[in-house]
């Protein structure tokens, strides 16, 4: 049903833009009508058959298709976008029909503008994000804490070695006491990634390397992915917690949403937190940002997240907000706090647009300690 229904949005997707261009005097020439038609055949079909000749060995010419096709899939939404927005103050262009072709040329010209923006922002290494936090369970002398994570990296065809190497470094820069990596490190073949291994392997820090399955470690095989963490050194927190430091949890359940879009429901927060002593800190590793106010409820202190992307390519913030009105940055839940990540990769289009990856770098230090003040979010 899902494939059925994403087949179908991205046909409609197709059907609409070529409606609207196609409806430009200049587009109606036999020429221009069939470059038309060969490029939107072509980008319908260059992500799958794309990502199909890399997985059975055609890797250079499937490598090529596939990031045509995700860079179409960005630029098809850009238009789209824009084209919709002429049509909203044209009334589908009931109104102001003189000036149609103008507005729907300009509405293209700006989605082609948009585009290369995205692809120059989707090409930057991440940002990094800072956040101190205070901890009442932390001795008054107790070192500080320094947590870096890392989430919806999307390691595969189109995000490789190099971008991985780079973002190592700069993991490494920060000199963290701990990572944790919050879901979709893995995206499409996990054989691609299983190639990264040696490059993962010098992910590492004093207090360890700590996961939680995304829901695309669960569309690339549960069991496969975690495998692959381990065989990368990083420890999978299933529906378990570990005493980081004396007062200091951590915490991580695996997602829930692809643990049922596979028929594996495996979440489960309470086994999780059992045996937690109820005056510890609890920092908990979860992949979507839902279910806050149950989870602040539980004892938790501390709530990473990741998922959303932060929409990734704007607009398309304002739909994924709609689902996650916690869509990126710092959020207080009564006593909780929450942080949701942008992800230092990215999913599909290889664009950012108003929705820089990051990595986020969480202090924490004992109760009492000045704290540079901060503003909330990001």
Partial sequence: MFFAAALSIWTLLHVYVG????????????????????????????YPVGGTLFAVGVRGPGWVLEYLG???????????????????????????RPHLTVLRS???????????????GGSRQPRVIHHELEVASMAPDAPEVRLVQISDLHLGTLIGADYLKALIDQVEALEPDAIVITGDLIDGDPGVVEELLPLLRDLKAPRGVWAVLGNHEYYAGRERARRLLAAAGFSVLDNQAIELKPGLWLAGVPDARGSAQTGAPETDLATALAGVPTDAFVVLLQHSPEGEQDIAAAGVDLMLNGHT????????????????P???????????????????????PPMRLLAPSDIIDVTLRPAGRPIPAEGPGQ
């Fill in 326 to 348: 916690h869509l990126a940055g710092r959020y207080q839940i009564g006593s909780m706090t929450q942080i949701v990540s942008r992800g230092a990769g990215r999913w599909g």
């Fill in 19 to 46: 409606w609207r261009v196609a409806s430009i005097p200049s587009a109606t020439e036999r020429p221009m009508r069939r470059a038309i038609l060969l490029t939107l055949a072509v980008g319908w079909l260059a």
């Fill in 70 to 96: 995700a860079t179409w899939m960005g630029a098809l939404f850009l238009m789209m976008a824009t084209l919709m927005v002429v049509d909203v103050i044209t009334l589908g262009g009931l109104v102001l």
């Fill in 309 to 324: 992307h932060g929409g990734q390519v704007w607009p398309f913030s304002y739909l994924v907000g709609v689902i996650y």
């Fill in 106 to 120: 300009a509405a293209l010209g700006l989605a082609l503008v948009l585009t290369l923006l995205g692809i120059l």
